[in-house]
């Protein structure tokens, strides 16, 4: 029988070179006369050991990692074909501590099966929620979404359950399913990852909203920056159609419904979801006011869902195995899992899928194991660039939407970005205002105009032209921002802003700042 | 290449790309990437073709194709280098390689080397979080980029 290697397909793993391994290692076999299949697969998340190759054995899967083209040679040598000892093995992956430490509901599948095999996600219970929810009544597919407490991912966390119910009682001819798939946070690849690992998962939450709401067409706005999520997306949506799970009868229910990747151009505001809509809808992509909401008037002013990917992708298990058992997992309102996102000076950086709870040290000391850089972490950004960052001394927040709101924060999408102590913080204030400015759609005044004063007030500070006032004028202007702004954008900007002038007011006195040229 | 290009071929190539996608619900912002897709840039002259198949303003298109940052209004050159300045990329030393990358190659961001062989972009974001800092060469991402592969980079891409 021929031996099963899998090697990623996902993005990060190929931009660390996992063709160029695989590559190597089909030379290799076919070298040395041994038959193998190369599959590959999603990422696992582990990102400092990517590549990592994964060998099928009786004993399961074996992993080795990180591995380059060089060690190919060694690590055939080694029998690493039958799981032999090597510098670079890790054992069974399912056994390396920051994998079996997960809660893996979302990503169940994501780096263990071939992405754009619809056999191989049958065979791993995949089409199972859908099945058992093309025999429920719609209103009791939104009654269990509901009852699962799951919120949205996005990082609004509104309740996935209540927003399908609004749609579902609008009246219209035709409404739509959006999945917002515009990953644009800094430190967040929960997206991308399944996009490009599980992409059928996606298919699959989506026609179960669309079934549960009465909609029959639904949209992927994915980013332009992530083109491998859109060709295997693109793909997955194909073959989805040739095996009859989408188009006009969907697995024979006599149930329509059909998706469209559509890919962004570059504008971060446009994870906004008024603001996705109008470039969905081929404008410029300026935030709508609300009322009226997308799910009465959305996109072409019909009812519509817009769903994070995440959201989306969670909605398959809750029916598959029923909103108690989803609930049963997380704290307080948070419930479910959340697939933490470790990035930026990490020693051990990827996904971590988690029921909600753990405490913010417990993420970066504990699972994250510090920085790579080896010095003392001294700020964590929680949830992209309109998040907060967390001194050490906040490091007991459990990650929780309520427990974080309280501290002045957010988790957001749930990316976090670890700093060591060489960051400055009033460096990256200003960041988060330039990053505003270069991102206001320009519709409202505070966060147009605002954002601009605000990276001038900043290098005044910097320069000690009156600092103190400046300050003062900084913390006003960041008060106009929160509460004028018509979205997220100029409205959480202060977010990033304040909590660096509250955790760390010694980076604010005056003095240079290193940045990069315009 | 573009400057070849007459109004009469830009129009009739802009109208059989309207024909093809006309049809799609919101069709103006796979329209211009399929635009720039073969042209490099959105050309001047596409804007009234465009608008015209839609029923739109010509100012309408223009507000549009000047909105995102993805669009250019000018050919870039024969390879596109993309930076990610964004958080993650920061904590990893990503400001450093901005810098080094703007001094290897003599130009700021959104310009192109005087030899027209690369045009320099800022990005923000590539979801390499956990392996920053990343960068986007033609298309191609790389990832853990540090001084030593970021001057092989502009070397293969300058040969």
Same mark, same amino acid.
């Given at each position: 029988m021929s031996l099963k290697i899998f090697i990623p397909l996902d993005s990060a793993s190929v931009a660390l070179g996992a063709d160029d391994v695989a590559t190597a290692i089909a030379k290799a076999a076919d070298m040395r006369g041994i038959d193998i299949t190369l599959i590959r697969t999603g990422s696992r998340g582990l990102y400092w050991l990517e590549p990592m190759v994964e060998i099928a054995t009786d004993n399961g899967r074996i992993a080795y990692g990180p591995v380059t083209p060089d060690d190919v040679d060694a690590l055939f040598d080694a029998g690493f074909i039958t799981g032999g000892e090597h510098p670079l093995s890790l054992g069974k992956t399912e056994e390396i501590p920051f994998l079996k430490k997960q809660t893996r $509901?979302? +990503? @169940?599948r994501c780096g263990i099966?071939? /992405? $754009?095999?619809p056999e191989d996600y049958r065979a791993h219970d995949g089409w199972a929620g859908l099945e058992k929810a093309l025999k429920l009544d719609p209103a009791d597919i939104v009654q269990q979404v509901t009852d699962s407490g799951l919120r949205g991912r996005g990082g609004a966390g509104f309740p996935t359950g209540i927003k399908w119910k609004t749609v579902a009682d609008a009246p219209a001819d035709q409404k739509y399913i959006v999945c917002n798939a515009d990953e644009g946070d800094s430190g967040t690849f929960a997206d991308r990852m399944i996009m490009e690992g599980e992409p059928f998962v996606l298919i699959e939450g989506m026609i179960i909203a669309g079934i549960a709401t009465g909609a029959t067409k639904g949209y992927v706005y994915t980013r332009s920056e992530y083109p491998d999520a859109i060709r295997i997306m693109t793909e997955a949506i194909d073959i989805a159609r040739a095996h009859k799970v989408l188009g006009p009868d969907v697995l024979g229910s006599g149930k329509a419904f059909d998706i469209e990747v559509r890919m962004g151009a #570059? @504008?971060?505001?446009? #994870?906004?979801e008024t603001s996705l809509l109008n470039s969905l809808e081929g404008k410029r992509g300026v935030v709508r006011a609300k009322p009226p909401l997308p799910a009465h008037e959305g996109f072409l002013g019909k009812p519509t869902v817009v769903n994070n990917v995440i959201s989306l992708c969670s909605v398959p298990v809750i029916l598959d195995k029923g909103a108690d058992f989803y609930r049963d997992f997380g704290m307080g309102r948070s419930r479910g899992t959340i697939p933490i996102q470790i990035a930026g000076n990490v020693k051990y950086g990827g996904l971590f899928e988690t029921a909600f709870g753990l405490t913010l040290g417990e993420i970066v000391d504990d699972i994250a194991g510090g920085t790579a850089t080896g010095k003392p972490v001294r700020a964590v950004q929680v949830g992209g660039p309109l998040g907060a960052y967390f001194p050490r001394d906040l490091f007991d927040t459990p990650f929780d939407y309520e427990a974080f709101a309280k501290r002045d924060g957010l988790i957001g999408h749930a990316g976090i970005v670890v700093f060591d102590d060489s960051v400055d913080m009033m460096k990256q204030a200003r960041f988060a205002m330039e990053f505003c400015a270069i991102e206001s759609c320009g519709k409202c005044t505070p966060c147009r105009i605002g954002s601009v004063r605000g990276t001038e007030v900043v290098d005044k500070i910097a320069r000690g032209e009156d600092p103190e006032r400046q300050i003062a004028l900084l913390t006003d202007l960041c008060q106009t921002m929160k509460f004028g702004s018509l979205c997220a954008l100029g409205g959480f900007t202060p977010y990033p802003v304040m909590s660096a002038l509250t955790h760390f /007011?010694?980076? +604010?006195?005056p003095h240079a700042l290193d940045i990069a040229a315009e | 290449m573009s400057l070849s290009q007459t109004v009469e071929e830009i129009s009739t190539r802009v109208t059989a790309i309207c024909d093809d996608l006309a049809g799609l619900e919101g069709p103006l912002l796979p329209i211009l990437h399929e635009v720039q897709e073969t042209w490099g840039f959105i050309p001047e002259g596409a804007l009234q073709t465009i608008a015209k198949k839609l029923n739109l303003s010509r100012a309408e298109v223009h507000g549009v194709a000047s909105f995102y940052h993805d669009f250019r209004h000018n050919a870039p050159g024969r390879h596109v280098i993309k930076i990610c300045r964004a958080e993650a990329c920061q904590a990893m030393g990503g400001d450093a390689i901005a810098n080094q990358a703007q001094r290897k190659l003599g130009i700021g961001w959104s310009e192109t080397t005087p030899d027209q062989s690369v045009t320099l972009e800022p990005v923000y974001c590539l979801g390499l979080c956990a392996c920053a800092p990343a960068a986007m060469v033609d298309g191609k991402l790389v990832a853990r980029l540090d001084n030593d592969r970021l001057d092989r980079m502009i070397k293969e891409v300058r040969s």
């Open positions: $509901l979302t +990503f @169940a099966i071939d /992405p $754009l095999s #570059g @504008a971060y505001v446009c #994870g906004e /007011p010694n980076d +604010f006195k | -």
